[in-house]
């Protein structure tokens, strides 16, 4: 079965420096890859997924991921963060199988404070 | 989030009582999904349908079943709430297939007493 690790639950960052979150996936083939973002109270919003192609991805909010085959990894990356960025990062996998219609799998989560 | 929502947003139960919670969609999406999301855990899927009738098991599915008589609306059960349940439940919704994305609801909390 496939697996999520976000190796960090906390990471505080400055207003307007670089963020990178971690994630690493254990999957035997390439997956589905995808980032999401949780505010307080909130539902999650997708962020960007990965499918196959080019392995640098843009998203929403001018986030980036780059898939890492040999690394096995999917990190988001962001170049100058907002205090509105302040939120719960999820890192998911879901299986190239079947339909795909058994969900994805999510890892536990990032907690990203902005400080001033 | 639109096109989906879920009822009641909040909820306190009593252990042992039974509890339904909806998920209501408006955009036809075949996949629908269940997830309770808990601290250290992140998020852990329940059910999942497929169909309508069609539904299947995942990761953290004893103690709760699930129903969809119609597209649109998909119901989880917890046939006797236990404190362990006391939870956020999100529902789900993929017009494909679970690989191509899901839009999110706004969630249910649920606290058994």
């Known amino acids: 079965a496939q697996s999520v690790t976000q190796p960090d639950i906390h990471i505080t960052v400055s207003e307007g420096a670089s963020l990178e979150l971690r994630c690493n996936y254990s999957?035997?083939?390439?997956?589905?890859l995808f980032w999401y973002v949780q505010s307080p109270g909130q539902g999650l919003q997708l962020l960007l997924k990965y499918f196959s192609g080019d392995t640098l991805v843009q998203g929403i909010k001018g986030f980036e991921a780059e898939f890492k085959r040999s690394q096995s990894s999917f990190n988001l990356r962001k170049p100058s963060v907002h205090w509105s960025d302040a939120a719960e990062y999820f890192c998911a996998v879901g299986v190239r199988s079947g339909g795909g219609a058994d969900g994805l799998t999510f890892g536990k989560g990032t907690h990203l404070i902005i400080q001033p | 989030d639109a096109g989906i929502t879920q009822s009641p947003r909040h909820k306190v139960t009593e252990t042992g009582t039974p509890v339904t919670l909806r998920c209501h969609q408006t955009e036809n999406h075949r996949y629908m999904y269940w997830y309770r999301q808990d601290p250290g855990h992140g998020l852990r899927l329940i059910h999942y349908?497929?169909?309508?009738?069609?539904?299947d098991k995942g990761e953290v599915s004893d103690g709760y079943s699930v129903s969809r008589s119609k597209t649109e609306d998909f119901l989880l059960t917890l046939e006797s709430a236990t404190s362990s349940q006391t939870s956020v439940y999100f529902c789900?919704?993929?017009?494909?297939?679970?690989?191509?994305?899901?839009?999110f609801g706004s969630g249910t909390r649920l606290t058994v007493v």
């Open positions: 999957y035997g083939a390439t997956p589905y």
């Open positions: 349908s497929y169909g309508v009738k069609d539904t």
């Open positions: 789900a919704i993929s017009d494909r297939t679970a690989n191509y994305g899901y839009t």
